[in-house]
């Protein structure tokens, strides 16, 4: 077990940094690099400015606590790899196709992979020594079951009252059938991370 990202982690992480800040940048500064319709792409900016200006930094400041040894850095380094893998599945499922493509698989590649590699070497004991206490757990599992049943309400209230009324949910019907791909991870895989995370 690693105190800090080995050499392939920490690669690809700087990559993860480098693409993300590159995609933001070319989607709110290049004229016409998304094909989606004019009415999702405020949405997409919006998601743009958070990736640069939250994802980016917080991936690179728990990057660099991790190399350091720090297991809380490393719990902000595997957090911020798990919002950069689901955001990227978004950006490869949802948005039309444009010429930085083959950059969004890259990314989601990148991220999923390296989580799964960082959580594999992350030691367990150690880090319950660094976060324990029933404060601690309490808050952790809270958290997490606060936002898997969150996740779950908002994802069943709009696809519930939709099917009885023989209507399409709100987000396929704004959005167009690629907004099922949403669903699909919100309700099929994040909410059951989540779940198996605060249990």
């Known amino acids: ?9 920490f690669a ?12 933001s940048l070319l989607g709110l500064l290049r004229d016409g690099h998304y094909a989606d319709p004019t009415e999702t792409l405020l949405r997409i900016y919006a998601q743009d400015v958070v990736l640069l200006v939250i994802g980016v930094p917080v991936l690179a400041v728990g990057l660099w606590f991790a190399t350091r040894g720090s297991i809380r850095g490393r719990i902000v380094w595997l957090g911020s790899l798990a919002f950069m893998a689901y955001m990227w599945t978004h950006y490869d499922l949802v948005i039309t196709y444009n010429e930085f493509f083959l950059g969004y698989i890259a990314l989601f590649s990148l991220s999923v ?3 799964m590699s960082g959580t594999a070497t992350t030691d367990p004991t150690r880090r319950h020594e660094t976060v324990h206490g029933e404060r601690a757990i309490l808050f952790s599992g809270g ?10 309400a908002m994802g069943l209230f709009d696809i519930v009252p939709a099917l009885l ?5 709100s987000a396929i019907a704004q959005l167009g059938s690629e907004a099922a791909h949403t669903y699909v ?8 991370c989540l779940v198996i995370s605060a249990v």
Do not use: H, K, R, Y
Request: proline letters at 6%.
């Open 143 to 152: 958290f997490l079951t606060v936002a898997a049943v969150g996740l779950t």
């Open 185 to 192: 991870i919100d309700l099929g895989v994040l909410v059951f």
């Open 165 to 169: 009324a023989g209507e399409l949910p």
């Open 113 to 115: 992979f390296t989580l």
């Open 1 to 9: 077990m690693q105190n800090g990202p080995n050499p392939w982690e």
């Open 12 to 23: 690809a992480t700087i990559a993860i940094v480098l693409l993300s800040a590159v995609s």
